[in-house]
């Protein structure tokens, strides 16, 4: 369970590096050593390698639906977290609207040409007059497992990261429960 808690609060931390709106005027965030998510402000945080990509997708199918953020008007991040003497990175993005977030996370270091597993991934959306719909990363994933991040590129240039991702989710924490696939990918940008 312990575990399960670390995971959760990296999720928590990567949505506070994308929940606010990008603007250069941005406060401080009451955590320590984290700052509102602008793109002045995030890339000069305790951690080095976390970025607000300016420009750029990130999409994600599940179920037959896609959806994208775009980062010239969503906040997409590419965060580096350092969670109990281990490192994370990963992806967290919400829309304008505040309706739809994502979060993925793996354990390591960020690198061009990486694959690694899938630590921790969360999809939340919250359509207008409809009923939320959480996916979380399956606990039982069995011989699923929980997925893998690619990085294709990574931190190039004008290139944030580029890459692809599959992980396997499900809509409660109940044993047996069904498991949904999840496949995106992302291009992000610093310009």
């Known amino acids: 369970m312990g575990k399960l808690r670390h995971i959760s609060f990296l999720m928590f931390l990567m949505v506070v590096f994308a929940s606010c709106q990008k603007d250069e005027d941005m406060k ?39 959806y994208t953020f775009d980062a010239a008007k969503d906040s997409i991040a590419f965060v580096n977290v350092y969670l109990d003497e281990k490192k994370y990175f990963g992806i967290t ?14 354990p390591g270091y960020a690198a061009a040409n990486l694959s690694g597993t899938v630590a921790g991934s969360q999809f939340l959306i919250n359509p207008v007059n409809k009923a939320n719909v959480q996916y979380t990363l399956s606990q039982n994933a069995g011989i699923a497992g929980p997925g893998k991040i690619t990085l294709v590129q990574y931190s190039r240039d004008s290139v944030l990261a580029k890459g692809t991702f599959t992980t396997y989710l499900t809509k409660d924490v109940k044993p047996n429960s069904p498991l949904y696939k999840a496949e995106g990918s992302f291009e992000l940008k610093r310009k």
């Open 93 to 106: 993005a919400i829309n304008k609207a505040h309706t739809m977030s994502f979060g993925i996370s793996s």
């Open 28 to 66: 401080e965030v009451s955590l320590p050593s984290l700052k509102a998510d602008s793109a002045r402000s995030l890339s000069s945080t305790s951690t080095p390698g976390n970025s607000l990509a300016l420009s750029g997708t990130l999409k994600i199918t599940i179920q037959d639906s896609t």
